[in-house]
């Protein structure tokens, strides 16, 4: 199985399917088109009768540099944009959570608000050690509706949640393992490689045994977030029109605009 997008590559490594966000120009920074592809590849691997296990990772330098700048200067004045936004993240989060297979994140390089909300999202979490987690959201005027209050609390203590979700701080991997948020450091050249290996580790496990014993955690990963999803999406929706957020993210796109980009620089 190989499907091939312009934002997304969806390709077979035997009974592994190896998933990738393909904007390695825009350091994978997420679109409308990558937010749609993000909310329905995890219902087409589910039914993918082949498939035994997913790697998550992506093209280029960056695994997600979160959402891409102009598509979130769209949302300040298209309220319809805004209600599909939150309906897509919902999903995102659902979908990822009852996912049947396992899913290894292999975080190739920085990681950031919702780059690093679908990371943490995954069942397994391998880091470059020069990667890096960050969720910037509140940096930005808005309230990490993604998947931080929904993800961040399960894995961390809730004084460091509110350190980095408060600040916005990066996470080197190291930190990222230390505190729960990443399983371990791999030399960058290596990740992919150790990514497959366990991988295929897991998909060779008795399918039913571990399906189970996933859709069982999943069912506490629900029942624990439920309301705080709930509540972070809405608030989300909310900043989206928020002065400080058109402000900060106005300021933010004109100052990248005048940078040159990842393909004009390597």
């Not at 390089?109 to 960050?134: H, Q, T």
């Not at 957020?245 to 393909?263: E, F, Q, T």
Request: with cysteine.
């Amino acid at each position: 199985m190989t499907d091939v997008s312009p934002v997304m590559t969806v390709a077979a490594d035997g009974d592994v399917r190896i998933v990738t966000l393909n904007r390695p120009d825009r350091l994978n920074g997420v679109s409308a088109e990558l937010h749609l592809r993000l909310s329905q590849v995890w219902r087409e691997l589910a039914e993918d009768a082949g498939a035994r296990a997913v790697v998550l990772t992506g093209a280029g330098r960056a695994f997600s540099a979160g959402g891409d700048f102009d598509h979130l200067l769209r949302h300040h004045d298209d309220p319809e944009l805004r209600e599909r936004s939150i309906r897509l993240d919902r999903t995102i989060q659902t979908d990822m959570i009852r996912f049947p297979l396992p899913v290894v994140a292999a975080v190739n390089g920085p990681a950031v608000g919702l780059g690093c909300s679908l990371a943490l999202g995954c069942d397994l979490v391998l880091m470059a050690e020069d990667a890096y987690l960050a969720d910037p959201h509140i940096s930005v005027g808005l309230v990490a509706g993604d998947g931080g209050v929904t993800l961040w609390p399960l894995l961390t203590s809730l004084l460091r949640v509110k350190e980095y979700l408060f600040t916005g701080d990066r996470i080197p991997a190291a930190t990222a393992v230390e505190l729960g948020l990443a399983n371990r450091t791999v030399p960058g050249p290596d990740l992919m490689g150790e990514a497959l290996t366990l991988a295929h580790r897991l998909a060779a496990q008795p399918p039913e045994a571990l399906r189970a014993t996933k859709a069982a955690l999943a069912a506490v990963v629900e029942q624990v977030s439920r309301g705080g999803m709930e509540a972070a999406l809405l608030a989300e929706r909310s900043t989206m029109t928020s002065p400080d957020h058109i402000r900060i993210v106005s300021d933010l796109a004109a100052r990248a605009s005048r940078r040159p980009s990842a393909a004009e620089e390597g």
